[in-house]
C-alpha cells in the first residue's frame, strides 16, 4: 500500500527490518522534503513487493551500465515524473538508496545516485568502484552520496 513520506515526523513505517531503520526512515524523510520544497510534489513509497517493475528497471541499468548487482534486498520504491525528469527510487534493507533520474527529452541528464545510510557500510557491489561525497542532514545525519551518468536509453 502506497503512502507518502511525512518528513516532519519521521517513521521508520516499512523499513523496520533494516539494521540502520532510524538513518533509512530520515534519508527517505530528506529525499520528501527535497521534492516537496523543490517542486511541491508529495514523494511517495510502495512497498517493494508491489513494485517489482520499478525494482527490475533500476536494476536493469545497474546490470547494463556498469555490471552491478544490488545484493541486498530492496524494501521501498518510489517513481514518479516531476517536469520533464523521471524518478525511480529503491530503498534497501542494507540502508542504501538507488536514484535514477532520466530526463525524457535531455540524454545528458540522466544519471544513477547511490547514497548511503548513516552507519552503513558500503555494500561490496559498490566498494572500490565509486568515491563517496559526505554530505550533513538534519533528516538524515551524515549521508554519503555517489553518482554515474547513463550512457544507455531506458
Do not use: C
Not at 542504501?96 to 544513477?112: F, G, H, Q, T, W
Request: charged share 25%; aromatic share 12%.
Amino acid at each position: 500500500m502506497a503512502y507518502v513520506v511525512d518528513f516532519h515526523n519521521v517513521s521508520t513505517a516499512g523499513l523496520e527490518s533494516s539494521p540502520v531503520a532510524e538513518a533509512l526512515a530520515g534519508l527517505r524523510a530528506n529525499e520528501a522534503r527535497y521534492f516537496m520544497n523543490k517542486y511541491g510534489h508529495p514523494f511517495t513509497v510502495e512497498p517493494a513487493s508491489e513494485s517489482q517493475d520499478a525494482v527490475a528497471y533500476v536494476h536493469r541499468i545497474l546490470k547494463e551500465e556498469r555490471g552491478i548487482e544490488i545484493a541486498a534486498k530492496p524494501l521501498e520504491t518510489s517513481r514518479f515524473q516531476v517536469e520533464n525528469i523521471q524518478w525511480t527510487y529503491v530503498f534497501y534493507e542494507d540502508g542504501l538508496e538507488v536514484n535514477v533520474m532520466y530526463a525524457v527529452d535531455d540524454p545528458k541528464k540522466r544519471a544513477v545516485g547511490f547514497k548511503l545510510s548513516e552507519g552503513m557500510e558500503v555494500p561490496e557491489a559498490l566498494a572500490g568502484k565509486f568515491k563517496f561525497a559526505k554530505q550533513k542532514s538534519k533528516l538524515a545525519g551524515t549521508i554519503r552520496g555517489s553518482f554515474f551518468v547513463m550512457k544507455g536509453t531506458y
